[in-house]
Nanobody
Framework: QVQLVESGGGLVQPGGSLRLSCAVS????????IGWFRQAPGKEREGVSL????????YYADSVKGRFTISMDNAKGTVFLQMNSLKPEDTAVYYC??????????????????WGQGTQVTVSS
C-alpha cells in the first residue's frame, strides 16, 4: 500500500523558514519523480517543485524560485522542501505526490497518481 506522509508544517512569521518532509513507503511501481504542491483556501492546487529520482533534476514554480529548495534522501525514501524567506502568500496546505505519468507538465495535478494527506503551513505575524 503506497503511503506518503508529510510533516514539518506549522505557523511561522514572515521571513522565517520551515522544512517539510515527505516519507514515502509501500511503492512497488516504477516512478521517476516526486512533487510538492500547495492549495490555499478557495484556490486550485498548484505545483511548487519537483525532483527526479533518477538524476536529481529539480524544477520550481516561479513564485518560489530562490526561496525553496527540494531534495531527496533516496536511502530513506524521503523528500524534503526547505522553505526560506516565507511570505504570507505561501500560506497553504502542502502536499507531496508521486508522478506516475510521463507528460511534460510537472505542475499539472493530472500527472500524479498518489498523494499525501497534506500539512498546513501558515505564514503570519
Amino acid at each position: 500500500q503506497v503511503q506518503l506522509v508529510e510533516s514539518g508544517g506549522g505557523l511561522v512569521q514572515p521571513g522565517g523558514s520551515l522544512r517539510l518532509s515527505c516519507a514515502v513507503s509501500g511503492v512497488t511501481l516504477v516512478y521517476d519523480a516526486i512533487g510538492w504542491f500547495r492549495q490555499a483556501p478557495g484556490k486550485e492546487r498548484e505545483g511548487v517543485s519537483l525532483i527526479s529520482k533518477s538524476d536529481g533534476s529539480t524544477y520550481y514554480a516561479d513564485s518560489v524560485k530562490g526561496r525553496f529548495t527540494i531534495s531527496m534522501d533516496n536511502a530513506k525514501g524521503t523528500v524534503f522542501l526547505q522553505m526560506n524567506s516565507l511570505k504570507p502568500e505561501d500560506t497553504a496546505v502542502y502536499y507531496c505526490a508521486i508522478k506516475t505519468n510521463y507528460g511534460s507538465y510537472w505542475w499539472s495535478t493530472s500527472e500524479y497518481g498518489y498523494w499525501g494527506q497534506g500539512t498546513q503551513v501558515t505564514v503570519s505575524s
